[in-house]
């Protein structure tokens, strides 16, 4: 059904205040308001070194996405070589290098961190009224997703997983899978479905790996179901098999490289002490490293963060007091219905939730793959998949609370 043009125009006022407060809220946050301080970067040292010299790369045109990297500014006085490390964000690369061209590095940089808020605000908006949720409570779901403590925590160092953006996306098209309606009917969904799986194949691997993940379980469902073999075969065979081909396409220049059998092996570790150290602990969606409420934060810091023996990434999971409040709501919406047997399932939001809390955790299911296959050892990083799912919910009840 197709919106009236009076909705959609509405749309267009709501997404222009909503990219407009995301930009001032992000300008306050960084305290971005004279040209001097977009000629400073956001912060410096750790990996936004290494993503400001890839940019710089890309703008002078001394390497080119996909194809193998050898940076001749670099290394001197030999040629660097990045055909090691396996590079799978070449779009955010590219997107970056073209604002570090058309701006300059420190400009550009500021401006991608920006964009990267921008995105995510704009997305989770989209996806929340394709749902039919409410505007009002939509952008403000949106603000709060583009500004996670999560998103802020990241920043310029970690702008491959700032670049949460496609996130939103990749969950509408989950539930589109477990939908009871064939994805393959539709057309314009199932081109979506693709076009979504393609991003995320360019994208951070870590939401990649997710992404394939929910497939997998909506393909376990339907089969559960008892769906017809197109129902049970089309999430995780016509949707992941493009974000699959994809992220291979992004690793031409590694696997190029190492097929020539001049790669040295040692550009990525891996170990399982570190699948333990940077695994999601749970405690830590819920107490913050840094809060305004300095009470609370000095009582955190005291009794978790300076006590404990694996830390990891200190700070970075933290959910937020409006996404633990959902946390209850949800958990309370969905204890009622089994209390009650009512028809009502169990919301997919929670089932989501169980998953991805028993794939992350210390010891979980990446732990236990990671004896033979250390990949994913930051599991801690998808503490935004569990917010995203939570203030998803959170839209969809207020919205229907809204309309009784």
Request: hydrophobic share 55%.
């Amino acid at each position: 059904m197709k919106l009236p043009r009076a909705v959609k125009r509405q749309d267009l006022y709501y997404v222009a205040v909503l990219l407009v407060a995301t930009m001032l809220i992000w300008c306050a946050a960084y305290n971005r308001w004279t040209a001097e301080a977009w000629r400073t970067p956001t912060t410096y040292g750790g990996d936004a070194w290494w993503g400001m010299a890839v940019a710089k790369a890309i703008a002078t045109g001394e390497v080119l996405p996909v194809l193998p990297k050898q940076p001749e500014s670099l290394g001197a006085p030999f040629v660097a070589n990045w055909n090691d490390y396996p590079s799978v964000e070449e779009g955010l690369n590219a997107w970056w290098g073209l604002l570090a061209r058309s701006f300059r590095i420190l400009v550009g940089s500021n401006i991608a961190l920006l964009a990267a808020h921008l995105f995510a605000a704009l997305t989770f908006y989209l996806v929340c009224r394709r749902l039919r949720y409410e505007r009002s409570f939509s952008a403000a779901g949106a603000l709060l997703f583009a500004f996670s403590p999560y998103a802020l925590w990241r920043g310029l160092p970690h702008l491959g997983l700032t670049y949460c953006w496609h996130l939103p996306l990749g969950i509408l098209v989950v539930w589109w899978c477990l939908a009871k309606a064939p994805l393959m009917r539709s057309r314009r969904k199932l081109g979506l479905s693709i076009a979504v799986a393609v991003v995320f194949g360019m994208q951070n691997p870590y939401y990649t790996g997710i992404l394939l993940q929910f497939l997998f379980l909506a393909s376990l469902c339907q089969l559960v179901r008892r769906a017809s073999w197109r129902q049970v075969l089309a999430p995780i065979v016509v949707v992941g098999s493009f974000a699959v081909v994809t992220f291979l396409l992004m690793n031409v220049d590694t696997f190029f490289w190492r097929s020539t059998g001049a790669a040295s092996g040692g550009a990525v570790a891996r170990s399982y002490q570190h699948l333990e150290v940077y695994a999601l602990k749970p405690i830590e969606l819920i107490v913050p490293k840094q809060h305004r409420l300095e009470t609370l934060a000095r009582w955190t810091e005291e009794h978790y963060f300076t006590k404990a023996a694996l830390l990891g990434e200190a700070g970075a999971a933290y959910l937020g007091v409006v996404a633990l409040g959902a946390f209850a709501w949800l958990v309370w919406v969905a204890f009622e219905r089994l209390a009650k047997r009512t028809a009502a399932p169990v919301p997919s939001h929670l089932l989501f939730i169980v998953w991805v809390c028993a794939y992350s955790v210390v010891g979980g299911i990446n732990g236990i793959v990671g004896f033979a296959l250390e990949l994913f050892r930051g599991t801690n990083r998808y503490s935004i998949v569990i917010l995203l799912l939570l203030l998803l919910f959170l839209v969809r009840e207020l919205s229907r609370l809204a309309r009784r």
